[in-house]
């Protein structure tokens, strides 16, 4: 166990669903991050909490909605999203400090958009 | 955009033997990380080396880098089944940001 929980583990949504997806951390940590992991492909950053403050929103559709409550908790809503979608979309957390930052993640949530 | 890329991208050794994989970048860095994933799994961090580090060692795991030709190689000494997984290399060029590559798909054979 990292200290960091997803939910769920694997969700099916159709195009036409709305759904979330839920990351939550026990570490202490200040800044949560989401990434996005297609078969073959380097993990891509989708967006950078800090102190609950959306610092980095790196050209995601706006279908895909973040939402960061406080330090321990992160969202990512979903709707109308395409077959491409269809990815392992994981969460992670560290502490702000200043040039270590080791990044702790969760298992992820396999995501299917028939 | 990707700043790290390994080498090679997959590896096949026998249970016993050394596996190395090699980790190039193009920026400058704060540090670079290793991390492991095993299949469908979230990423578990390894082991950081900064940038004024040249090795630094973690159990069966050796960390190279070279700042002057931007790369970094991860070596796992006496390899068991349970090391099979793919590795990433990730940079930090800061502002709580890491560049992760397309990692490497290490399988140990019993």
């Known amino acids: 166990e990292t200290g960091v929980t997803q939910t769920p583990r694997h969700l099916v949504m159709g195009m036409t669903n709305k759904k979330s997806l839920k990351c939550e951390q026990h570490l202490g940590h200040n800044a949560m991050y989401w990434y996005k992991q297609s078969a073959k492909k380097p993990l891509e950053l989708m967006f950078v909490?800090?102190?609950?403050?959306?610092?980095e929103n790196n050209s995601v559709p706006s279908r895909f909605s973040p939402e960061c409550p406080n330090s321990s908790h992160l969202f990512l809503h979903l709707h109308t999203l395409q077959p491409e979608d269809s990815a392992l979309y994981l969460c992670?957390?560290?502490?702000?400090?200043?040039?270590?930052?080791?990044?702790?993640f969760g298992p992820g949530t396999r995501l299917t958009v028939t | 955009s990707q700043q790290g890329e390994e080498d090679p991208q997959a590896l096949s050794i026998q249970e016993g033997e050394n596996a190395t994989m090699n980790c190039s970048y193009k920026t400058s860095i704060n540090n670079l990380q290793w991390y492991r994933q095993n299949s469908g799994r979230g990423l578990v961090h390894l082991i950081l080396?900064?940038?004024?580090?040249r090795e630094k060692h973690s159990g069966r795991l050796r960390v190279t880098l070279d700042t002057s030709k931007k790369s970094s190689s991860l070596l796992i000494t006496a390899s068991r089944a349970a090391d099979t997984a793919s590795y990433f290399c990730?940079?930090?060029?800061?502002?709580?940001?890491?560049?992760f590559g397309a990692g490497t798909t290490v399988t140990v054979r019993a």
């Open positions: 992670a957390s560290s502490h702000h400090s200043g040039s270590m930052n080791e990044q702790y």
């Open positions: 990730a940079t930090d060029v800061g502002d709580y940001k890491l560049s």
């Open positions: 909490y800090n102190f609950k403050e959306q610092t």
């Open positions: 080396i900064r940038s004024n580090e």
